[in-house]
């Protein structure tokens, strides 16, 4: 069975960083692409950043391109997004996704629980 | 990139079919079959139900469906049911290499 468990959300003043994880089990987590998608409180889903099976590749929405940096560790099987220059609109909740290939990740087929991160002073 | 439009709400009676659209551009639903279709529970993570257009994943009921027409692409539920009660989002990959969120749609079983 697919588990993607995320940690590492909390609360953070604005200009701050923050590095949140997401520990994968129940499949070769190297053989797939990975995503991160955020939810602010009690608005919709919004696309964060997206990234290789092998981490070659990576991608940014233009709210967080140059602020935030996705990364994974394929022999941890761990997903990282190194969050920075946070501001208020980036309080939400975080979930990491599966693909359902290696280079595709946009095509999800599994999600984690989330975590919250807020910034606020 | 701009959220994909969705309507804010569509209800209808328990057992009858409901269909949600999601319009975006040629740049995105109308240029690549990848669009997805997501459920979420309030206060659970959301779960996909169809993926590339129109494929349902393993287990997911065969009420969904979807389909897609030029730049617009919709989700049927047959024979509504309470547990479908829910927020539906549609998502699209870009042009741009980047993925799209639809605007949600909250279905309502009357």
């Known amino acids: 069975e697919v588990q993607l468990l995320e940690s590492g959300g909390g609360f953070v003043q604005p200009g701050g960083s923050l590095r949140l994880s997401c520990a994968a089990s129940?499949?070769?987590?190297?053989?797939?692409?990975m995503t991160w998608v955020r939810q602010a409180p009690g608005k919709g889903l919004e696309w964060v950043s997206g990234?290789?099976?092998?981490?070659?590749?990576?991608y940014y929405a233009d709210s967080v391109k140059g602020r935030f940096s996705i990364s994974r560790d394929n022999s941890r099987n761990i997903l990282y997004l190194q969050v920075s220059v946070l501001n208020t609109d980036d309080t939400a909740v975080y979930y990491c996704a599966k693909g359902l290939t290696g280079g595709y990740y946009y095509r999800i087929d599994s999600w984690g629980q989330g975590t919250l991160l807020t910034v606020s002073s | 990139q701009s959220a994909l439009t969705q309507p804010a709400s569509v209800s209808g009676p328990p057992g009858q079919s409901i269909t949600i659209s999601c319009t975006g551009t040629?740049?995105?639903?109308?240029?690549?079959?990848?669009v997805s279709w997501y459920q979420q529970h309030p206060g659970k993570a959301p779960k996909v139900i169809i993926y590339?257009?129109?494929y349902r994943p393993l287990g997911v009921s065969n009420r969904f469906s979807g389909s897609k027409s030029g730049n617009t692409a919709s989700l049927t539920i047959s024979g509504l049911q309470a547990e479908d009660e829910a927020d539906y989002y549609c998502?699209?990959?870009?042009?741009?290499?980047?993925?799209?969120f639809g605007t949600g749609t909250k279905v309502t079983a009357l």
């Open positions: 590339d257009v129109s």
């Open positions: 990234i290789s099976s092998s981490g070659s590749s990576t």
């Open positions: 129940g499949f070769t987590f190297s053989n797939y692409a």
């Open positions: 040629s740049s995105d639903v109308g240029g690549y079959n990848y």
């Open positions: 998502a699209s990959y870009t042009s741009s290499t980047t993925y799209v």
